[in-house]
C-alpha cells in the first residue's frame, strides 16, 4: 500500500515537472503578447517556435489556433491600409491552416470577400498594378467555385490585354448563369465591360464595312477598265474597216508604173 502511495507521488511530481518544463509554452506566451501588441510577424514567429519545440504540447496546438488568427488579423490591418498586394500571402497561409474546419467553406468565403473587396478599391485607382490585381483574382477563382466568377475574371484579363473577342466570348458565358443583380465589384465592372463590348462590335463592324466598301470600289473599278478595253477593242475593228475601205479605193486608182528593163 505505501509502495503504491510512492509510485502515484513519484508519477505526480514528474508530471508536474515535465509540465513546467513545457518548452512551447514560453513561445506560446510571448507570441500572445506580440498578438495583442499588433506585431503579428513577431507573433506567427513565436507560435512556430511553440510548435516546433513539442508538436504535442498543449501549447503547441495552441500556437496552432492563435497562429491562424495573427495571420487573419495581420491581412486584415494590410487590407485597411490599402496594402492589397501584401496582403495576399498571410490570406493564402490562414486558408490553407484551415482552421475553422467544422464550419465548412467559411475561411474559403471570407478570403474571396476580402479579395473582392480589394479589387473593388483597387478600380477606383488609375495606378492599380496588374500583377496585384492578377493575384487577387487568383485567390477569388481559387477559393471560389462559382463558373461565371471565374468567366466574368477570365473577361476583365482578356479586356485588360485589349483581346475584345475572348471578353465577348467569356462574357456570353458569364452572363448564362450569372445571378441578375450581382454584388460589389462585379456590379461596377460589369457595365464599363458592357461598353467595351459594345465599342468593339460597332468598330468591328465599321472595319467590315469599310471593307465591303473597298471591294465595291475596287469592282465597280474593274467593270469600268473592262468597259474601255471593249471599247477600245471596238475602235480597233472599226479603224481596221476604215483602213481596209481606204485601201480597195487605192485599189481603183492608176497600176504603179513598171520598171524599165
Avoid at 497562429?67 to 490570406?91: N, R, T, V
Avoid at 497561409?93 to 467553406?105: A, F, H, I, Q, T
Avoid at 465599342?199 to 473597298?214: F, Q, T, Y
Wanted: hydrophobic letters at 40%; charged letters at 35%; glycine letters at 10%.
Amino acid at each position: 500500500m505505501v509502495r503504491t502511495k510512492l509510485v502515484a507521488v513519484v508519477v505526480l511530481v514528474l508530471a508536474v515537472g515535465f509540465a513546467g518544463c513545457d518548452k512551447a509554452k514560453g513561445p506560446f506566451l510571448a507570441g500572445e503578447k506580440f498578438r495583442s501588441e499588433g506585431q503579428f510577424d513577431l507573433a506567427i514567429a513565436s507560435f512556430d517556435e511553440a510548435w516546433n519545440a513539442n508538436p504535442t504540447s498543449e501549447f503547441a496546438t495552441k500556437a496552432k489556433v492563435s497562429k491562424a488568427l495573427a495571420l487573419f488579423a495581420k491581412a486584415e490591418k494590410l487590407e485597411k491600409d490599402g496594402k492589397y498586394a501584401e496582403m495576399i500571402d498571410p490570406l493564402k497561409k490562414w486558408v490553407e491552416m484551415d482552421p475553422e474546419k467544422d464550419l465548412g467553406r467559411v475561411p474559403k468565403a471570407k478570403a474571396v470577400y476580402k479579395a473582392e473587396n480589394s479589387l473593388n478599391e483597387l478600380g477606383k485607382s488609375s495606378s492599380a498594378s496588374s500583377e496585384t490585381v492578377g493575384k487577387l483574382i487568383d485567390v477569388v477563382t481559387s477559393y471560389d467555385d462559382s463558373p461565371w466568377k471565374r468567366d466574368f475574371w477570365a473577361a476583365y484579363i482578356a479586356a485588360s490585354k485589349r483581346d475584345y473577342r475572348t471578353m465577348r466570348a467569356m462574357m456570353d458565358r458569364a452572363k448564362k448563369v450569372m445571378p441578375p443583380a450581382p454584388a460589389v465589384p462585379y456590379s461596377i465592372i460589369w457595365p464599363d465591360m458592357e461598353r467595351l463590348a459594345k465599342m468593339d462590335e460597332l468598330a468591328h463592324h465599321a472595319a467590315g464595312g469599310k471593307a465591303d466598301d473597298k471591294k465595291d470600289d475596287k469592282g465597280a473599278k474593274d467593270d469600268k477598265g473592262s468597259a474601255g478595253k471593249a471599247d477600245k477593242g471596238k475602235g480597233g475593228k472599226k479603224d481596221a474597216g476604215k483602213s481596209g475601205s481606204k485601201g480597195g479605193k487605192g485599189g481603183k486608182g492608176k497600176a504603179p508604173k513598171k520598171m524599165k528593163k
